[in-house]
């Protein structure tokens, strides 16, 4: 669904990206290692067009994403973004947190985007504080609505970038159990973590990076057998 064909990242004279080569399939979960810095984080947003590559091809299922004919607003609906540091707006309730980008790029009714909005919050466990504001959560109830935000806007595939980094360690397996759900549900999912033990019992495929290249791209149970 996703490939990528000898692409390459420089920001300036910085050579982020190496010459990667890689393919994401439909409902596989994928999860990257690796040190900070070592290009991680720039490949994740190189997928949802938040980064432009320098050269090589980047395919999301079949559309060059930097053709000069590519609607790159189309191709951001199909991909979906969870954040460090979660992102919400802090002047919006939950729920209008999550109904905001259904509204302006779907074009979805209020009432349309009201009933979906609940419905992710409530497959996340967050549909009692639809009405809170971002500042009255936890760190790990923030990022379980930032992961029904990135949902409804329906995407074929789910980036996650250090979802739970910046979490109390108390907070971090409600966000684990929402990922783990969607796992099993069939999500596509790209996930940049240090949670090994998300890796081993969640992830289809362990890719590890360093100093922009990726080193190692196995399955999972032959990545952990075989360090
Ligand atoms: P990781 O996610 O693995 O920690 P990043 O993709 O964030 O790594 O960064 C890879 C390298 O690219 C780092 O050395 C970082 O400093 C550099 N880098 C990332 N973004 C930029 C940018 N916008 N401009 C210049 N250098 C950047
Ligand atoms: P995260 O770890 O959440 O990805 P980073 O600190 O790596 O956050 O990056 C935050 C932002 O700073 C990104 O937009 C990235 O492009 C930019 N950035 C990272 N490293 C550099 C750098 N060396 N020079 C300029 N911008 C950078």
Redesign the pocket.
Known sequence: MIEFKNIEKY??E?H?LKNINLTFNQGEVVVVI????????????CINGL?DISEGELLIKGTNLHGKNTNINEIRKNVGMVFQHFNLYPHKTVLENIMLAPMKVLKQSKEEAQQNAEKFLDKVNMLDKKDSYPSNLSGGQQQRVAIARGLAMGPSVLLF??PTSALDPETIEDVLDVMKKLAKEGMTMIV?THEMGFAREVADRVIF?AD?EVLEDRETVSFFENP
Do not use: N, Q, W
């Open positions: 920001y300036g910085f982020a690796g040190p900070s810095g070592s290009g991680k984080s720039t490949m994740l947003r980064e970038d250090e940049v990076m922009g």
